[in-house]
C-alpha cells in the first residue's frame, strides 16, 4: 500500500505517469483516507483524474467525494493566497519586512496545475519588526523574529547568526509574495522539518513542500557569505547534516527526485526512520533508541 501511495502521489505531481498496478476498490479507500491523514487529498485526487487515461478509476462515489474536498481546498487556498499577498503589503507599507517561510506561499513553488491543491497549513511569518506587526483576524498566521532548530542554543545561535550574514536572500519576490531565495529556503525548511519532527507533526505534505523548494532551485544552489558557503556546510555547522541527508532519501524515494536536484547526498537508514515516523509505522523501543542515539537530548526533553 505504501508503495502505491508514493506512486499515486508522484502522478498528481507529473514525476510519474501511471501507477504499477491497479488498485483494488478498498484500497482505492485507504489511498484515498491515507491521502487525508497526510495532508495530500489535493494533489492525490489530480493524481486519481490521471490515471483515467489509462482505465484506473475509483469508485465512482468515492471519486465524487474526493473531487468535492479538491475544489474545497482549491477555493480556500485561493482565498488566503490572496490574503496573505495583502498581509503581506501591508506589511511593507508599515515599513515592516517579511517573509514566509510556510504555509500558502508555497503554492507558488507548485505552479499552476497542483499549486491551489496544496492543503492548507498554518502560515509562519519572519518579520523584521515582531512588536510592530499584528495578524488579522481569521488568518492562520504565526509572527517569528528568526527561525530556530529544536531547542540546542548553540545551534540557534548559530542559525541566527547565519541568517543575519546572507539577510540578502531572505526576501525574494515570487508570484506577488516574499519568499527566501530557494537556496535560502532549502536550509531554513529542513529547520522547519526538524521542529516538526520533534513535535510528533511531521506530515507527507510537509515534506512534499521541501520538493518543491528543491525543485525551484533544480540543482542550482546560490553559495552563502562567510566560510561555511554550501548547504551542505551549513548543515553540518548547524549539525541537522543527518537529518538533512534523511531528508533527501525521501525525496528520492518517496517523490522520485532526481540526484543532481539534491544539495546534500541521501542516507537511506535516517530517511527509512524518518518515513516511520511520518507514516506512524514503527516500534516505540527502537524509534526512541533512534532518537537519543541521533538527536540531541536536550531537543527532546524540552519537546
Keep these: 500500500m505504501k508503495k502505491l501511495f508514493f506512486e499515486l502521489m508522484q502522478v498528481g505531481m507529473g514525476q510519474l505517469d501511471c501507477l504499477s498496478r491497479g488498485p483494488s476498490p478498498e484500497e482505492w479507500r485507504e489511498l484515498y483516507e491515507l491521502s487525508q491523514r497526510e495532508a495530500v487529498a489535493g494533489i492525490c485526487y489530480q493524481g486519481a483524474v490521471a490515471l483515467f487515461e489509462f482505465g484506473l478509476r ?95 542554543s548553540i545551534r540557534n545561535i548559530r542559525l541566527e547568526k547565519w541568517m543575519l550574514e546572507n539577510a540578502d536572500l531572505l526576501y525574494q519576490r515570487q508570484g506577488g509574495l516574499t519568499l527566501p531565495a530557494p537556496t535560502m529556503h532549502a536550509v531554513l525548511y529542513v529547520a522547519y522539518l526538524y521542529n516538526r519532527l520533534l513535535s510528533s507533526d511531521l506530515s507527507m505534505r510537509d515534506l512534499m ?79 526512541w533508541g533512534h532518537l537519543l542515539m541521533h538527536y540531541s537530548w536536550y531537543d527532546l526533553i524540552k519537546s
Design 209 to 287: 513542500d521541501y520538493f518543491y523548494i528543491l525543485h525551484a532551485a533544480n540543482g542550482h544552489f546560490e553559495p552563502f557569505y562567510g566560510k561555511n558557503s554550501t548547504v551542505e556546510s551549513v548543515f553540518s555547522h548547524l549539525r541537522l547534516l543527518r537529518f538533512a541527508r534523511g531528508v533527501m532519501w525521501l525525496m528520492q524515494q518517496v517523490f522520485g527526485m532526481k540526484g543532481d536536484c539534491l544539495p546534500v547526498e541521501p542516507l537511506e537508514s535516517e530517511g527509512r526512520f524518518l518515513l516511520s515516523a511520518v507514516l506512524l509505522d514503527y516500534k516505540v523501543l527502537s524509534h
Design 58 to 152: 475509483a469508485p465512482q462515489d468515492l471519486i465524487i467525494d474526493w473531487m468535492a474536498e479538491a475544489e474545497d481546498i482549491r477555493e480556500h487556498s485561493e482565498t488566503i493566497c490572496a490574503q496573505l499577498a495583502d498581509y503581506q503589503n501591508q506589511l511593507d507599507k508599515k515599513g515592516i519586512r517579511s517573509t514566509i517561510l510556510s504555509g500558502e506561499a508555497l503554492v507558488s513553488y507548485y505552479g499552476e496545475a497542483q499549486g491551489y491543491l496544496r492543503e492548507s497549513t498554518a502560515i509562519d511569518v519572519i518579520v523584521s519588526n515582531k512588536a510592530s506587526a499584528s495578524v488579522p483576524s481569521g488568518m492562520e498566521v504565526n509572527l517569528y523574529d528568526t527561525v530556530w532548530a529544536g531547542h540546542n
